[in-house]
């Protein structure tokens, strides 16, 4: 089997907070590396599953039905030998068309031509019920529970009233189970739902622009997935008695609410999946906890919470701490230097959510015939995207909106003739980030500082630490 990456865990934060302060805020960046610096052959166990949309609208253009087909064989010829596929057809229901069965089967020169073939029998015809697709895939990955699980799901249209309940549902039974990437293709599909899907399910979700694309678009997605080497990775947090976790969110590479998706592990414990990994992966997390003073003296550091990270090797499936602890500090300080200052990091990732709020106001707006409010909105979410170097984002809203001078400015002109997938591209769009230069680099160490030995429980915390960050005995001032 390939080797592991290793994984580094660390803390950006300004820990002094005035007499008045009640929330701490801090950034944890995850990043995981080659442990020899260039990766093996890689042979991690993969099961991977293509969710096709085929229901009646597909056939409208038949371009649509025609391009999920050369780009799901496409997509197959991309799986690597051994790794575990299969294809879902799906409609108001969801039907295996390559294995039949209720399995997967292994990749080989005989099984792709096979599925293949059966790709090239899809036709469009029936309704949309997503949740049923999702419900298929699981059962179908719940055979290889220490393989990486992935699955790539294309839509052109909106589920039926009655079968959205039954995406709540299956959202609910297959989060945590495997990564799904999802696709819209058209016009008429709800892009917040395709958001929603792979929000849960730790993917991407995005718009084709021209069905011409999709071979391509599925080519590399399924690439990436053989790329995958670790299933899964638990960010853990655990706070003390006098903090409580008030949210959790990845900002970067793509922005999303992870709070309300923790597995509690103990009363004071609770674990976030964030999915599965390739070598050189990073990724960031806005934590922010509420913070009590009572009983605590001013001018000393606590630790109000201890990030651990449980990481489930390919081959596995028990999750093992693989990085030192890293803890999140509070320091009480009447000097109002050192807590008016905001962390960089901090800073960064503030506004969450603000960009891709405009972009979605500007087409709420627009479907309501109100150009004016449109043109409001989508320029804050270009001034937005100039204020973060998001040079991704500025070429998604110039397919919508031309921008007048500056982008920086705001100020735009919505163009004629558009189209709802160009506008459904930006706002998928609004969730990946990027890197502000102005940032200064996450401490991939993240032990640089961890130099203090308790005497207790031989644990390791930073030079400057007065309590151990694992038992939480006092350590006395630092020599």
Not at 84 to 89: D, M, N, P, S
Not at 150 to 172: K, M, S
Not at 265 to 282: M, N, P
Request: one cysteine or more; charged letters at 25%.
């Amino acid at each position: 089997m390939d080797q592991q990456p290793g994984f580094s865990l660390s803390v950006s934060q300004n820990e002094y907070l005035s007499i008045g302060d009640t929330e701490m805020q801090a950034i944890i960046t995850i990043t995981a590396g080659d442990p020899d610096g260039r990766p093996g052959e890689r042979q991690t166990p993969a099961a991977v599953v293509l969710a096709i949309d085929c229901s009646g609208s597909m056939g409208q253009p038949p371009t649509k039905i025609a391009a999920a087909r050369q780009a799901t064989q496409a997509a197959i010829d991309a799986i690597r030998d051994g790794a575990f596929f299969a294809v879902v057809e799906g409609t108001h229901q969801a039907r295996p068309v390559y294995p039949t069965g209720d399995s997967l089967v292994a990749a080989t020169a005989e099984t792709r031509t096979a599925a293949k073939a059966a790709v090239r029998r899809l036709v469009a015809s029936g309704a949309t019920a997503m949740g049923s697709w999702l419900r298929a895939t699981e059962q179908l990955v719940a055979a290889h529970p220490a393989a990486v699980r992935h699955a790539i799901l294309l839509t052109d249209g909106q589920n039926l009233p009655q079968y959205r309940r039954d995406l709540d549902e299956a959202l609910a039974a297959c989060a945590g189970r495997f990564v799904c990437d999802g696709r819209g293709i058209g016009d008429d599909y709800e892009p917040a739902e395709l958001e929603r899907i792979t929000a849960t399910l730790h993917g991407s979700a995005d718009a084709i622009l021209a069905d011409s694309d999709l071979v391509a678009d599925f080519t590399a997605l399924m690439q990436a997935a053989m790329g995958k080497v670790v299933p899964d990775a638990q960010l853990q947090l655990r706070t003390m008695p006098f903090a409580r976790l008030k949210f959790l969110r990845q900002t970067f590479p793509v922005e999303r609410d992870l709070t309300a998706f923790g597995t509690v592990i103990d009363e004071r414990t609770v674990g976030f999946s964030t999915g599965s990994w390739s070598y050189g992966d990073e990724r960031e997390f806005h934590l922010c906890l509420e913070v009590d003073r009572a009983d605590h003296a001013m001018n000393e550091d606590i630790q109000a919470c201890r990030a651990d990270l449980a990481v489930v090797h390919a081959g596995s499936t028990r999750a093992e701490r693989c990085v030192r602890p890293q803890p999140v500090i509070v320091h009480w300080t009447a000097d109002v230097e050192l807590s008016s200052v905001m962390d960089p990091k901090v800073a960064a990732s503030s506004g969450y959510g603000e960009l891709a709020g405009a972009v979605r106001a500007g087409w709420d707006a627009y479907r309501d015939g109100d150009t004016g409010r449109a043109e409001a909105d989508w320029g804050r979410a270009v001034a937005l995207a100039a204020g973060k170097h998001n040079s991704d984002m500025l070429t998604r809203l110039g397919r919508i909106v031309e921008i007048i001078g500056d982008p920086a400015d705001g100020n735009v002109r919505v163009r004629p003739g558009l189209r709802p997938r160009d506008i459904f591209s930006a706002i998928l769009g609004a969730s990946s980030t990027t890197r502000n230069p102005d940032v200064p680099p996450p401490d991939r160490d993240g032990s640089a500082t961890a130099k203090r030995t308790c005497p207790e429980c031989q644990g390791v915390s930073p030079a400057d630490a007065l309590y151990c960050m694992d038992c939480g005995i006092p350590l006395g001032e630092p020599a």
